[in-house]
């Protein structure tokens, strides 16, 4: 069902992908709810064989690049991830009791999921994914930088590296929020 978005050919090999909240909504300018993406992500990297090279967390999108390693099919563990994060944001919004924007919030995940054949009680993220198989060093590099440079040409901040919400620190020989990143330095193809 979900297969229809995703695109990957080389099941092994280095993806980004990008993946938004329904209408852009800035739903992650709470940290509760970025750290519920992170323990996703945690637990990705942990149970299925999540590899993951760069990430960031903006106020209405993800980036990842990313590697399935252990067998799992990367639409799949994707898949996953968004299943799992969507049910997890929306009902720590509903028993949110300082979520000012509740009931908006939750009305529009439901006239979202209206709209969808498949699903049922809201729709949290868009399905219109992009995902791109990166295949070469250069590619990968200019990918992994658009990743860090999101919160910069945002304007949240001056240098990549103070936005906690990505793996920009761990470029900057700095620790991150997420353990195990693999920082990318060159892959032999």
């Known amino acids: ?79 996953d991830l968004k299943r799992f994060t969507s049910r997890a944001i929306v009902k720590a919004i509903e028993e949110n009791p300082r979520e000012s924007r509740k009931e908006f919030l939750l009305e529009f995940f439901r006239k979202e999921a209206a709209k969808s054949s498949n699903v049922t009680h809201y729709q949290f993220w868009r399905h219109d994914n992009k995902p791109i198989e990166l295949w070469s ?5 200019q990918k992994i930088d658009y990743v860090h440079q999101n919160p910069v040409e945002a304007g949240l901040v001056y240098k990549a590296e103070e936005y906690i919400y990505s793996s920009a620190r761990d470029y900057a020989d700095e620790k991150g929020l997420l353990d195990d990143i693999e920082v990318f330095r060159t892959f032999d193809f």
């Not at 209405?60 to 390693?69: A, D, E, G, M, T």
């Not at 060093?137 to 590099?141: A, M």
Request: hydrophobic share 40%; aromatic share 14%; proline share 2%.
């Open 1 to 79: 069902m979900m297969s229809r978005n995703y695109k990957f050919h080389n099941p092994e090999g280095l993806c980004f992908i990008s993946f938004a909240v329904v209408g852009w909504l800035d739903v992650f300018t709470r940290n509760e709810y970025k750290d519920l993406f992170l323990d996703s992500l945690r637990f990705c990297q942990k149970e299925k064989g999540l590899e993951i090279h760069a990430w960031c967390i903006m106020s209405s999108h993800v980036h990842l690049v990313f590697r399935s390693i252990k067998g799992q099919k990367p639409e799949l563990l994707i898949g």
């Open 137 to 141: 060093n250069k590619v990968i590099k």
